[in-house]
């Protein structure tokens, strides 16, 4: 893994999809949360976003090899 430095134009496009997440948790998130409670929230989302993930790309790569998935 690279260990330079990051360049500004990195900082700025992980700010960006840094805040769209939190932004869209926050949208949802009860009126009175605090800053603390959403990034909570946020760690669990990821959470299930990679269990979702792997979910799909296991289904997708078993799919691919003709396996049938049982429902």
């Not at 948790?25 to 800053?35: A, E, H, Y």
């Not at 990821?46 to 049938?68: H, S, V």
Request: aromatic share 8%; hydrophobic share 35%; glycine share 4%.
């Amino acid at each position: 893994m690279n260990m330079d430095p990051f360049t500004p134009k990195e900082i700025k496009a992980a700010t960006n999809a840094f805040f769209d997440v939190f932004d869209a948790i926050s949208l949802r998130m009860p009126q009175g949360s605090t800053v603390e409670d959403t990034l909570k929230v946020l760690e669990h989302v990821n959470k299930t976003a990679t269990k979702l993930r792997g979910k799909q790309e296991k289904e997708e790569r078993d799919a691919r090899f003709g396996f049938l998935q049982k429902n």
